[in-house]
């Protein structure tokens, strides 16, 4: 099955700080997130898993904290 990758990066205010969306393939994927220009803090990440196959969505969201 074909997978869409969203990512998203939202400060503690809820602004959009960062986006991209990937096709993962087989096996490991890496996707680089740069984040050099924010601040020490936290930030909420948002993973939208999108099956291309049927439309079938799945979210996840992590918490992430940026320590320079």
């Known amino acids: 099955n074909s997978m869409l990758l969203q990512l998203s990066i ?4 809820g602004k959009k700080i960062w986006a ?4 993962l393939g087989h096996g490991k994927n890496l996707i680089p997130i ?19 196959s049927s439309g079938e969505q799945n979210k996840a969201y992590s918490k992430l904290h940026l320590i320079y």
């Open 10 to 13: 939202y400060d503690m205010l």
């Open 20 to 23: 991209s969306q990937k096709n």
């Open 34 to 52: 740069d984040l050099h220009q924010q601040v020490t803090g936290m930030y909420l990440l948002e993973c939208t898993f999108t099956n291309l």
